[in-house]
């Protein structure tokens, strides 16, 4: 319906407010026409008096009649002199019922007289007092009906409010057209931007454009038009992923076929007896059933999301151990030294080869940060533990992380901390952290390094209702 629309409720409410307005000028307004025509009176009245005082007060009897007539009075009273007299009479056809006092009236009075009379229909004789026009005494008094000063009062109120009227209909016209030429037109082309948009939101033509001359609308336009680059722009991430997803899925499914039979191989190595691969065999073992493990995540990521963590006690030394050997070797001859604050009896409560995902991925951007920035460095890893969780420390003495990278530090695709890096190692381990019900958060960076924290709880949820486990 019209009224349930913007332009049909403002239409109405300018129509009722131009009335109001009109309604509170039209009370003083008739209240100062019954004040006019109560002087216009005394005024005849005062005419008619001096015709009789030019004659030295012999007149006849129909010519009284006539001045007091057309002065719409039935009698007539001077004071001059300090006397009261009576200068033109007539029958009166019944008392008089008020006496209305216009020297001294005030415009509250006034109001409440004018009211008072319009409202009621009750012919009646009134006595009218004021003052003289041009000194011609102290003051004329005259009696007169009621009927001529209402039926006058109506026939102004009619006009007042028929001319009220056409100015309200004109008034709200016009400020409904300006309003609907102003704000409901920009309204509806923004819902339309909205509902074309959401119809198709990958189709970047469909974005606003913010075109409104109104500072209010222009601000909604402009944010509307951010929003939709936003929500455009994660509608195409998340279309890449899905299908790097797919295409990681299909190349893991055969990567791990590949590792497996590497991973034969590897195995019959122990059996070496040559010192040097009997100590490289079991790493090279472990790396490729991590690999294998790896894939077999993958493919199972690809299906749903990242597979829950097998909690079990784990000994922190060993897994930090086997991460800075890889990454020792990975940093061949770069000037990068590698140390270890970790309490060799530390043992937390992890998942170790998630955990292991985590610190490579930690350290190795680590090192390829000091490596990219060519100068000698060091990087650290530090544990301890309170009452309430471990906290492991990845500290480095590299360039610090770039603006943009901290502001979408564990977003994938985003977040890459280096030219040509995808930012997929931080939103991984961000991932693995809080599957153990911790925290990864980015503790320090500037020109003289940067430092992470991991933070693992040692409490469990326990889905039963019990008492989580003592550590």
């Not at 990958?202 to 913010?210: A, K, Q, V």
């Amino acid at each position: 319906m019209f009224l349930n629309s913007l332009s049909g409720r403002f239409l109405m409410l300018t129509i009722l407010f131009v009335m109001l307005a009109e309604v509170l000028i039209f009370v003083p307004s008739v209240a100062r026409f019954r004040e006019d025509y109560l002087l216009s009176r005394l005024e005849r009245a005062q005419i008619a008096s001096l015709a009789l005082l030019a004659t030295d007060q012999m007149i006849e009897p129909d010519l009284e009649a006539e001045l007091l007539e057309n002065a719409g009075v039935y009698n007539v009273a001077l004071r001059r002199d300090q006397a009261r007299e009576l200068v033109l009479s007539s029958p009166i056809p019944e008392p008089v019922h008020q006496s209305f006092d216009l020297r001294n009236a005030g415009p509250a009075d006034l109001i409440a007289d004018a009211l008072r009379q319009f409202f009621d229909p009750v012919p009646r004789v009134i006595r009218v007092i004021g003052e003289p026009v041009r000194d011609a005494g102290l003051l004329i008094e005259v009696t007169m009906g009621t009927e001529g000063l209402r039926a006058a009062m109506i026939d102004y109120g009619v006009r007042i409010l028929l001319l009220s009227a056409v100015i309200s209909v004109l008034t709200a016209l016009l400020l409904f057209l300006a309003v609907r030429r102003l704000l409901v037109t920009p309204i509806k082309r923004v819902v339309r931007a909205m509902q074309l948009y959401a119809a198709a939101p990958e189709d970047t033509r469909r974005i606003i454009s913010p075109t409104a001359r109104v500072r209010e609308l222009n601000e909604a336009e402009t944010a509307l038009q951010k929003m939709q680059n936003d929500l455009t722009g994660a509608l195409r991430q998340k279309e890449r992923l899905a299908q790097l997803g797919s295409a990681v899925a299909k190349i893991s499914h055969d990567l791990r076929n590949i590792l497996t039979t590497a991973q034969l191989f590897a195995d019959r190595m122990e059996a070496s007896e040559d010192p040097a691969v009997k100590r490289a065999a079991p790493k090279i073992v472990g790396a490729i059933s991590r690999a294998v493990h790896l894939c077999e995540s993958t493919l199972a990521f690809g299906r749903a999301q990242e597979p829950p963590p097998r909690l079990e006690r784990v000994r922190l030394a060993a897994i930090v151990n086997d991460v800075v050997d890889a990454e020792r070797l990975a940093a061949g001859d770069c000037d990068i030294s590698f140390s270890e604050d970790v309490p060799a009896g530390l043992t937390l409560r992890a998942d170790p080869e998630q955990l292991h995902r985590v610190l490579t991925n930690l350290i190795r951007n680590a090192r390829q940060a000091i490596a990219a920035a060519a100068t000698p460095g060091e990087i650290g890893i530090r544990a301890d533990e309170d009452e309430a969780a471990w906290m492991i420390h990845v500290t480095d003495t590299g360039p610090g992380l770039p603006p943009k990278a901290r502001e979408h530090l564990f977003q994938p695709f985003q977040g890459g901390t280096r030219k040509g890096g995808t930012g997929l190692g931080l939103a991984i381990s961000v991932e693995l952290v809080r599957g153990h019900g911790g925290t990864l958060t980015l503790r320090r960076t500037d020109e003289t390094g940067t430092d992470f924290e991991i933070r693992l709880p040692k409490s469990e949820t326990v889905l039963s209702g019990q008492e989580p486990d003592a550590p």
